[in-house]
């Protein structure tokens, strides 16, 4: 089963989420582009019930970096 962050950039990005993994990060993925990174914020921030800072969102250049940082935050994923 696909992980719920996975998934959410699967569908943000459209891209099949066995495509996708830590390391995935917007140098070599075309989707993930500047609208799409505002759209994922949107998404990670009310699947999870956070706030992400300007500092936090300007940190997360990859899926694992975004992994981490909700796990800061005390998301459970």
């Given at each position: ?45 009310g ?18 970096i ?12």
């Amino acid at each position: 089963m696909t992980d719920k962050l996975i998934q959410i950039f699967a569908d943000e990005l459209m891209l099949d989420p066995t495509d996708l993994n830590d390391d995935t990060n917007p140098d070599n993925t075309e989707e993930w582009d500047s609208l799409a990174a505002m759209r994922l914020v949107a998404a990670i921030e009310g699947a999870f019930d956070v706030r992400l800072s300007t500092a936090e969102i300007m940190k997360m250049r990859s899926i694992g970096i975004v992994r981490t940082v909700l796990a800061e935050k005390g998301v459970t994923l």
